[in-house]
Nanobody, 123 residues
Framework: QLQASGGGLVQAGGSLSLSCAAS??????MAWFRQGPGKEREFVAG????????HYARPVKGRFTISRDDAKNTLYLQMDRLKPEDTAVYYC????????????????????WGQGTLVTVSS
């Protein structure tokens, strides 16, 4: 259903772009989460269809940009000015529902998950 790609190794200050191709259906809301070494999975950024808005976790706000191409049914995450603490496995997630804002950052909101793509930022 969800296929994430685009991870890799980058130096601090560099950029990477992740993609998440959805197949089979059009999802109402989609998001990116990440799980760093020894850490719990955390919300990174999310997109809601209704209302059409985007939201970011505080550590990435101003550096990451989430976007969506409905024609390609693909979610993107542009990551700029990367830091070593951004090192993590990044997961895309999707729901057929229309979550309220307070639930956008909760893992349990999403029924569908991609397989994860590793992003490593070297110092």
């Amino acid at each position: 259903q969800l296929q994430a790609s685009g991870g890799g190794l980058v130096q601090a200050g560099g950029s990477l772009s992740l993609s998440c191709a959805a197949s089979g259906r059009t999802f109402s809301s989609m998001a990116w989460f990440r799980q760093g070494p020894g850490k719990e999975r955390e919300f990174v950024a999310g997109f809601r269809r209704r209302p059409s808005d985007t939201h970011y976790a505080r550590p990435v706000k101003g550096r990451f940009t989430i976007s969506r191409d409905d024609a390609k049914n693909t979610l993107y995450l542009q990551m700029d000015r990367l830091k070593p603490e951004d090192t993590a496995v990044y997961y895309c997630a999707a729901t057929l529902g229309n979550p309220i804002l307070s639930s956008l950052g909760r893992s349990m909101t999403y029924e569908y998950w991609g397989q994860g793509t590793l992003v490593t930022v070297s110092s």
